[in-house]
C-alpha cells in the first residue's frame, strides 16, 4: 500500500508546481501575455573506458582516427559487442533521476547516410528505451520536470569542415562512443528554468559518474524545443534548436526563438514545424529544414543485438552501488558535520563528478571526500574553514586544480592539530601550508616545522612579555591611542609583534599580553586618580 | 611428438591414412586443371598459391582433427591472406585485415585455406549468376552425356548463392567448403551439385567476419562430399564466440544437445555410425510439394523416404506447416530490409571503390555524392534488393510490410515447435500441446529443390521466378533450424542431374539431423566425379 500512497503523494504535488508556474510566468515582463513552454534533449557521453558496442578506448583525446576498431568504421562482418559498463553507468544515471529501468529494452538502427556515420546507420533505443519517467527538481525555481525517458545509443565520428580548403574532415575518434540520450517533457517555462535544468543534470550524471557533462568539450550536448501560446491557451507549434554547446548559448537560442516565434503569431502568421540551428555570432536561430523535408529514418530493430533484460537484482546493484545525490550529499555535510549550506555546496562544486573514475570506478579525488577524511575525529568547521579558505584559496592562487593538489588529507589534519593544540600559530599554519604547496614536499610535518622555525614561542616564556613591551616602546603614539581607548590601534600593534616574532607568537595571548599592559596602566591609573 | 624437422613427412604420412581425402597440392593442381577458361568450373576467384604458403606445419598441427585438409571459403567470409570481394565489384581490391572466426578456427584445427570461392553478390541469389566475377558452371555431367568432352558439357547453374563452393566440393578441388546460407543458400547449390550442405542452428557458427547480408538469417554453411565430412567441419566451428552477439552461449546449445542425445538413445540411434532409428518419427510437411515441384523430384522424393522406412525402422508422420505458403513473402520482405541496411556501410568514404564527384555533381547533398559510388559499383540485383528493403523499412510502409514479416516469422517459428517432439530451448516453456504426441516429429523431410540445377541459357536475370528456387529452404531460415540437403542420386527419369532432399531438425538437434542424414546417404547412389 505504501508505494501507491507515495505516488498519489507525488501527483499531487506536481500539480500544485504546475499551478504556481503559470501563475508566477504571467509576470514575465520579456513576453507579457505569452507563455514558452521548452523541452530539451540532453545526449551525454558515458563516462566508460571503451565505446559502446567496441572495445577502443572512448576517451576523446589523442590523434584523430586512433581510436578506431574495425567495428568503429564499420569494416565488412564485423559485429557489436554491447558494453556492460555503458549500461551500468546510464542506469545509474536513470536512478539518480528515479527513472524506471525498464526490464526489457531493446536497440534499433536509425538510417541516414553522412559521413560521419561509417556503418550508414546509428544503433539507437528508439522502440524499447533503457529507462522511462523520472524527474529532475530544479531548486532555484521550486521547479519538477519530468524525465520522458533515457535511451542509450552511439555516438558520430566527427566532422570538421574548412571551406577554405574545401574539404571535411573525419576523425572517427568518437564514432561509437556510448551516449545517453535523456529527453524531458515540456515542463520548462523559462530560458533560465532551461539553463538550471541542463546545470543541475550536468551536476547530478556527474556525481553517480555516468558523465563528464562538460558542454565546452562537448560531453554533453542539448538540443532544445521551443513553443509558445498566449497565456492560458493550448501549447503552440514547437521547433527544435539543435546542438547546443553551452548553457548561455541554449539560453540565447530559446530566447531568440521565443521571440521569433511571437513575432510570427503576432503578425498572424503560424509557427512552421522546424529544425533550426543556432548561429552563436548572431544569437539568432536559423531554418536547418522544415517538417517536410524531415528525413525518414526507416527504424528498425538491430537484428544482431538481443533485447536487453535487466533483472531486479541488477537494478538493486545499481541502486547499490550509485554514488549518493548531489542533495543527499548536500544535506549530510550540513546534519552530519554541522556545515552551513555555503560551505557545503562550496565543497561540492569543487571538481565535482572526480569522485567517480571510468567505467564508474570509485576514486581518490573530489574534495567532499577530502574534507570528510580531514573532518574525521576533528572539528569540522576547522576543517572545512581551512579546506575551503585555506588550501583552495592557495591552488587558486597558484592557478592550480584540486586534483594537484600535494596536501594529502592526513597531511592537512595533522596541520589542523598542530594549531588547535597551539603547537603553531594559525598564521604559521597557513604559512606552513603554502610552502607545502610551492615545493610539493611530503617531509614529516615535525621535520619542516623545525627547518622553517615555526613552532609557537611559549607565551609563558619570556619573549611574548619582552616583545610586547618593545612594541610598545617602538609605537608611542598607537600606544597612546589605545590607551585612551582607541581598540582598533591594537590590532597595529599586535601586528608589529606578529612580524618581529614572524608569527611564531599566539595573536590571541599577544591581545591580552598588550590589553593588560596598556588597559592596566590605564585602568591603574583611573583607579589611582 | 613428431620432430620439426621432418618438415612435410607427417603430413604425407596423415595422408596415407585418409586415402579419401585429396591433398592441398593435388586439389591446387585440380583448380589450375578445371577451373578457369573455357568450360571452366570457375568456382575460384582467388587461390592460394601452394600448399607451402597456405600452411607453414607445426609439429602440434600434425594431430589437429582437420590437419592439411583443404578447405576453400566463401568470398563473403573474411579472410586476411586472400581478397574478400563478396562477388562485388563494390569489394573487388577489398583485403579485409582479419580472418574470421571460423576460418580461425578451421586454420587453429589444422585445415589449409586453399582458396575463395565465387557466390551471387553479397549472398543475393540462388543461381549464382549475379556476379562480378562471372556465373559458376556445374562441374556435373550426366552419365548418358559422357561422351562429350567435359569442357564442352551442358552449362548449369550450380546454384547460389554459394555455387562457387558446392561446385568446388563437386569438383574435388577442395574437401569441404564453407558457405553461406540466409535463404537458402547452401542447401541449394548442394541439391543442385549433388553434395552434401548444411545450414546449422542459427546461432551456433559465429557470424563474425562473415559479411552480412541479412544478420538474422544469415548462418555459416558447410559443404562437403560426405554428411561425415560436413560434421567433422561442423564440430571444429561450431562453438561459442564472445565476438557475435547472436552466438549461443554453451549453456543453451549444451542444453538442446543433452534433450538431443537423450531422444536418439530413447530411438538407438548413435551418433557417429549408422545404425537403425527404429520408432524415428519423420514428419513430410503437406505445404511442401508445391505445383512447381518436378514430378521426377518427387519419386525421387518417395524412394528416400520409403527406404528410410523399410530398411531403418523410421516412421513417416503426414504433417502440417500451416503458415508455409506466407513464409517466401516474409523471407524476402525481412532479408531486404536488412540488406538495405546492412549495405549502408559501402559508400565510397573508408574502404572499397568509389566514384569521385566531378563538376557535374550537386556536392551540396550527401546523398549524390554517395550515389555515384553505390549506383555503379552494385550490381542490379542487390540494387533491386536495397531499394525493396528501403521501401519496407520506410515510414509508410513499416507496418504493412516489415511488422506483417516479422509476425510470420513467429507464426512459421511456433509451426515448427509445434510439430517437433524435442522442447525448442530457445523458445519460452510453453502448455503442452493437448493433441498427443501422435503428430509429433523427431524430424521434418522436404525435397532440397523444386527442380535440379537449371540451365544457365534459361535462367531469368530478374524477376520474381528465381526467388521461388528458395521457396522450400526458407521456412527453416526463418526459423533459424539446422538443415542439411544430402544427395540422393540423380533425376533417373528425367535429366539425369542430382537431387537432393533435406532432413530439418529442432534448434541445436545437429546430431539427429546428421545421423538421418548418413542413413539417406547410405542407401543413395552417388558418384559425381567429373
Avoid at chain 1, 213 to 229: A, H, K
Avoid at chain 2, 6 to 29: D, F, H, I, K, Y
Avoid at chain 2, 240 to 257: F, G, I, L, M, W
Amino acid at each position: 500500500m505504501l508505494p501507491m500512497f507515495q505516488a498519489t503523494c507525488a501527483t499531487h504535488r506536481t500539480r500544485l508546481v504546475l499551478f504556481r508556474r503559470y501563475s508566477s510566468s504571467l509576470g514575465d515582463t520579456r513576453w507579457p501575455g505569452w507563455q514558452p513552454v521548452i523541452g530539451i534533449e540532453v545526449h551525454a557521453q558515458i563516462k566508460s573506458r571503451e565505446k559502446l558496442f567496441s572495445e577502443s578506448l572512448a576517451a576523446i583525446d589523442g590523434q584523430p582516427n586512433t581510436r578506431v576498431s574495425l567495428f568503429d568504421a564499420a569494416f565488412p562482418g564485423t559485429l557489436p559487442r554491447l558494453n556492460p559498463k555503458c549500461v551500468q553507468l546510464a542506469c545509474r544515471a536513470a536512478v539518480a533521476l528515479s527513472s524506471e529501468i525498464q526490464h526489457r529494452s531493446a536497440f534499433d538502427r536509425k538510417h541516414y547516410f553522412y559521413p560521419d556515420l561509417p556503418s550508414g546507420y546509428q544503433i539507437t533505443q528508439n522502440y524499447a528505451p533503457l529507462a522511462k519517467g523520472g524527474e529532475l527538481r530544479l531548486r532555484r525555481f521550486d521547479r519538477i520536470v519530468r524525465i520522458k525517458q533515457i535511451q542509450l545509443e552511439q555516438d558520430t565520428a566527427k566532422s570538421t569542415s574548412d571551406p577554405k580548403a574545401g574539404k571535411t574532415r573525419i576523425d572517427l575518434n568518437r564514432a561509437g562512443t556510448g551516449l545517453m540520450e535523456i529527453v524531458s517533457e515540456p515542463d520548462m517555462r523559462s530560458p533560465e528554468e532551461a539553463g538550471a535544468y541542463v546545470r543541475e543534470l550536468q551536476g547530478l550524471l556527474r556525481c553517480v559518474g555516468a558523465s563528464d557533462g562538460n558542454m565546452d568539450e562537448g560531453s554533453l550536448r542539448c538540443d532544445v524545443n521551443v513553443s509558445v501560446s498566449r497565456v492560458g491557451e493550448g501549447f503552440g507549434t514547437r521547433c527544435e534548436v539543435k546542438n547546443l554547446n553551452s548553457v548561455r548559448f541554449l539560453q540565447s537560442a530559446i530566447i531568440s526563438e521565443i521571440g521569433r516565434q511571437i513575432q510570427l503569431l503576432e503578425s498572424g502568421r503560424a509557427v512552421p514545424q522546424d529544425t533550426r540551428g543556432f548561429d552563436e555570432d548572431s544569437a539568432e536561430t536559423y531554418k536547418l529544414r522544415s517538417k517536410e523535408d524531415a528525413p525518414d529514418y526507416r527504424y528498425m530493430p538491430d537484428p544482431n543485438l538481443p533485447p536487453l533484460i535487466l533483472d531486479q537484482s541488477f537494478i538493486a546493484q545499481i541502486r547499490e552501488c550509485t554514488p549518493a545525490l548531489p542533495a543527499v550529499t548536500l544535506a549530510r555535510l550540513q546534519s552530519e558535520y554541522g556545515l552551513t549550506l555555503r560551505d557545503a555546496e562550496v565543497l561540492m562544486s569543487i571538481d565535482a563528478g572526480s569522485e567517480v573514475g571510468f567505467d564508474g570506478e570509485p576514486s581518490p579525488g573530489g574534495a567532499v571526500r577530502y574534507f570528510e577524511s580531514v573532518a574525521h575525529g576533528r572539528d569540522a568547521k576547522a576543517a572545512v574553514n581551512w579546506i575551503t579558505h585555506e588550501l583552495l584559496g592557495q591552488l587558486a592562487a597558484r592557478k592550480e586544480s584540486f586534483a594537484e593538489n600535494p596536501v594529502s588529507a592526513h597531511t592537512m589534519g595533522e596541520l589542523i592539530d598542530l594549531v588547535a593544540s597551539g603547537e603553531i600559530t594559525s598564521t604559521s599554519g597557513k604559512a606552513l601550508l603554502r610552502y607545502i604547496i610551492q615545493k610539493k614536499t611530503t617531509t614529516p610535518l615535525g621535520e619542516l616545522l623545525d627547518t622553517l622555525s615555526l613552532r609557537a614561542l611559549d607565551s609563558s616564556s619570556d619573549t611574548l612579555p619582552g616583545l610586547c613591551e618593545a612594541a610598545i616602546a617602538a609605537l608611542p603614539s598607537e600606544a597612546d591611542a589605545v590607551r585612551k581607548g582607541n581598540e582598533r590601534v591594537l590590532m597595529k600593534i599586535i601586528g608589529w609583534v606578529m612580524r618581529q616574532s614572524g608569527g611564531r607568537v599566539d595573536a590571541k595571548k599577544a591581545a591580552e599580553l598588550l590589553k593588560e599592559r596598556l588597559r592596566g596602566e590605564n585602568g591603574g591609573s583611573a583607579k589611582d586618580a | 611428438m613428431i620432430p620439426t624437422r621432418l618438415g612435410a613427412t607427417p603430413r604425407l604420412l596423415l595422408r596415407a591414412l585418409n586415402r579419401n581425402v585429396s591433398t592441398t597440392t593435388e586439389c591446387l593442381q585440380r583448380i589450375a586443371a578445371l577451373d578457369q577458361g573455357e568450360g571452366g568450373v570457375n568456382a575460384f576467384v582467388s587461390v592460394s598459391a601452394s600448399q607451402e604458403e597456405i600452411n607453414q606445419p607445426s609439429p602440434s598441427s600434425y594431430s589437429s582433427p582437420l590437419a592439411a585438409y583443404p578447405v576453400a571459403i566463401k568470398d563473403n567470409i573474411c579472410t586476411a591472406d586472400l581478397p574478400t570481394t563478396c562477388s562485388s565489384s563494390m569489394l573487388r581490391d577489398f583485403r579485409p585485415p582479419y580472418d574470421a572466426t571460423v576460418v580461425r578456427l578451421l586454420k587453429a584445427a589444422g585445415a589449409d585455406i586453399i582458396g575463395k570461392t565465387n557466390c551471387d553478390e553479397f549472398g543475393m541469389g540462388s543461381l549464382n549468376t549475379h556476379t562480378v566475377h562471372g556465373p559458376v558452371i556445374n562441374p556435373f555431367q550426366p552419365e548418358s552425356r559422357r561422351s562429350m568432352a567435359w569442357r564442352e558439357r551442358e552449362r548449369r547453374s550450380a546454384g547460389g548463392s554459394s555455387g562457387g563452393s558446392a561446385a568446388a566440393v563437386a569438383s574435388s578441388m577442395c574437401y569441404a567448403a564453407l558457405a553461406t546460407d540466409t535463404g537458402g543458400s547452401t542447401r541449394l547449390p548442394a541439391a543442385y551439385s549433388g553434395i552434401a550442405g548444411l545450414k546449422p542452428s542459427y546461432g551456433l557458427i559465429s557470424r563474425w567476419g562473415v559479411v552480412s547480408f541479412a544478420d538474422s538469417l544469415d548462418c555459416v554453411g558447410i559443404m562437403a562430399k560426405k554428411v561425415d565430412h560436413v560434421r567433422k567441419v561442423f564440430a571444429e566451428i561450431a562453438s561459442y564466440d564472445e565476438r557475435d552477439p547472436t552466438s549461443a552461449p554453451e549453456k543453451v546449445r549444451n542444453h538442446a544437445q543433452a534433450l538431443c542425445r537423450t531422444r536418439m538413445e530413447e530411438l538407438g540411434i548413435e551418433a557417429d555410425r549408422l545404425s537403425t532409428m527404429k520408432g524415428l518419427r519423420i514428419g513430410i510437411p503437406q505445404e511442401y510439394f508445391p505445383s512447381e515441384l518436378s514430378p521426377a523430384l518427387l519419386s525421387n522424393f518417395r524412394d528416400t523416404i520409403k527406404k528410410l522406412r523399410d530398411n531403418f525402422g523410421a516412421k513417416l508422420v503426414p504433417i502440417s506447416l500451416p503458415s508455409t505458403p506466407y513464409a517466401l513473402s516474409a523471407y524476402y520482405v525481412i532479408a531486404s530490409a536488412e540488406a538495405s541496411s546492412n549495405l549502408a556501410r559501402y559508400d565510397g568514404v573508408r574502404y572499397g571503390s568509389r566514384v569521385s564527384p566531378d563538376e557535374t555533381t550537386d556536392t551540396t547533398r550527401t546523398s549524390n555524392v554517395y550515389a555515384l559510388t553505390r549506383s555503379s559499383h552494385f550490381g542490379p540485383e542487390v540494387r533491386k534488393r536495397i531499394l525493396l528493403g528501403t521501401y519496407a523499412l520506410s515510414a509508410d510502409a513499416f507496418d504493412n510490410y516489415f511488422l506483417q514479416a516479422q509476425r510470420v516469422r513467429a507464426l512459421i517459428r511456433a509451426d515448427f515447435d509445434n510439430v517437433f517432439l524435442t522442447q525448442n530451448v530457445l523458445a519460452a516453456p510453453s502448455m503442452p500441446l493437448s493433441d498427443s504426441l501422435d503428430s509429433r516429429v523427431d524430424v521434418i523431410m522436404h525435397p532440397s529443390a523444386i527442380r535440379t540445377a537449371p540451365p544457365l541459357s534459361e535462367t531469368p536475370d530478374s524477376g520474381l521466378d528465381s526467388y521461388v528456387q528458395d521457396v522450400l529452404t526458407v521456412p527453416a531460415s526463418l526459423a533459424g533450424l539446422p538443415a542439411l540437403s544430402v544427395p540422393t542420386g540423380y533425376d533417373e527419369s528425367g535429366d539425369g542431374w542430382p537431387v537432393g532432399v533435406s532432413v530439418v531438425g529442432q534448434w541445436g538437434c545437429e546430431d539427429m539431423v546428421f545421423a538421418v542424414g548418413a542413413a539417406i546417404e547410405a542407401q543413395s547412389r552417388n558418384d559425381i566425379e567429373p
